[in-house]
């Protein structure tokens, strides 16, 4: 049997919303220990991924850090590289290889966002993959 994305991509979804605010997604990301966010739109289509970075830059560009900030729109990347729900293990091994990334979106056939697929994803496949042989 071979290894897709659906295969071992979480669908417990955590996700940032188009306008949420800086101290929403900081309490996600906080609350939920995580490293980044899908942003999505209100139909439920990936527009964007916010990352910790995204935050530490918008509020490290301040002078002074006042509670008011985070009442900001948050910024995000838009640009987003994703994998489809049938990409090959070898294939989602390669993208986080080349891309250095430390998640993948997982988008069905509608470019919805289905599912992620996290380094310690892969990982728990590998240790699966070890421990058979």
């Excluded at 309490?27 to 139909?43: R, S």
Aim: net charge positive.
């Amino acid at each position: 049997m071979k290894t897709i994305a659906k295969d071992i991509m979480s669908q417990k979804l955590i996700v940032a919303r188009e306008g949420m605010n800086i101290e929403e997604a900081v309490k996600l990301l906080v609350n939920n220990k995580i490293t980044g966010l899908p942003v999505v739109d209100a139909a439920g289509h990936m527009i964007g991924i916010l990352s910790e970075y995204d935050i530490i830059a918008t509020v490290g560009k301040q002078t002074h850090i006042e509670a008011s900030l985070f009442a900001n729109s948050i910024s995000y990347t838009k640009t987003v590289e994703s994998v489809d729900e049938d990409t090959p293990l070898a294939d989602i091994l390669q993208r986080f290889i080349n891309l250095k990334c430390r998640r993948l979106p997982v988008l069905d056939k509608a470019k919805r966002l289905v599912g992620i697929i996290s380094r310690r994803d892969v990982m728990k496949v590998l240790y699966y993959r070890a421990k058979v042989n």
